[in-house]
């Protein structure tokens, strides 16, 4: 069953955005009759039945409302600058493991630098990514991406979390199983990840000093986007729903 953002539902009757019904025409071949999964953007998702197609439009009749399946953890990823192809995998996997957001940081180790125009379009290629993402693993909200943000305001951003977990190289002993047993009601929980050279020394006591907690992801040297990806991972068994 394939899947599609719709635009609002009319008396239980929705269209296909003009590049998703070009896609279920040309591309996948659909017809009336055909069975999708439709999703609102906002959470909701429905199995639906195309009505019409034709002309490059789709119309769907949605028969039945589908299960939330949005993660109970609000999970944030503050991500320094890694590599552009590294930036899209994790659009992309974060999506799938339920993350809620994806915040860009520029550190002081960041070899990329994005801001302006450059940081405006890379926002919306890592969206298009997210989306893509969504109606693959038929998640009904997208995740979040904003555009790059320097390293204080990315500090102020997430003082909104319950809690904050900082997966470091040089960290010892405690392991994210440990900061659950201390705070397993926290609901909104972000990840701060170094670029490929590391958070600085600097950066992880400013962390620190706002309640941050330094974790160990194991005895290796993982890469930027790996530990990204193993963390939330980690997230969402202990405070979501894998």
């Known amino acids: 069953m ?26 996948l071949r659909l017809k009336a009759g055909d069975e999708v999964c439709a999703m609102d953007g906002a959470g909701s998702r429905w199995r639906g039945i195309i009505e019409r197609a034709g002309d490059g439009a789709v119309w769907v009749r949605l028969v039945e409302a589908l299960p939330d399946n949005e993660s109970p953890l609000r999970l944030t990823v503050y991500q320094g600058l890694p590599k552009a192809e590294k930036l899209d995998f994790l659009a992309q996997k974060l999506t799938e493991l339920g993350a809620a957001a994806l915040v860009p940081v520029r550190m002081e180790r960041c070899v990329i630098k994005l801001d302006g125009k450059d940081g405006a379009k890379r926002r919306e290629r890592l969206d298009r990514i997210a989306r893509e993402a969504a109606k693959q693993c038929r998640r009904g909200l997208p995740m979040a991406v904003s555009e790059p943000m320097d390293w204080r305001q990315a500090l102020a951003d997430m003082s909104r979390c319950d809690l904050v977990l900082i997966p470091w190289e040089d960290a010892r002993g405690t392991r994210m199983a440990d900061v659950f047993g201390d705070s397993p009601d926290a609901r909104s929980v972000g990840i701060v990840i170094g670029p490929e050279g590391g958070m600085s020394p600097d950066e992880v006591a400013a962390l620190r000093a706002a309640g941050g907690r330094t974790v160990t992801l194991g005895p290796r040297i993982l890469r930027a986007e790996t530990a990204a990806v193993v963390a939330a991972a980690l997230a969402m068994q202990l405070w979501g729903d894998v």
């Open 2 to 27: 394939h899947s599609f953002f719709i635009e609002s539902p009319v008396n239980g009757l929705a269209a296909l955005p003009a590049e998703e019904a070009k896609h279920a025409l040309k591309v």
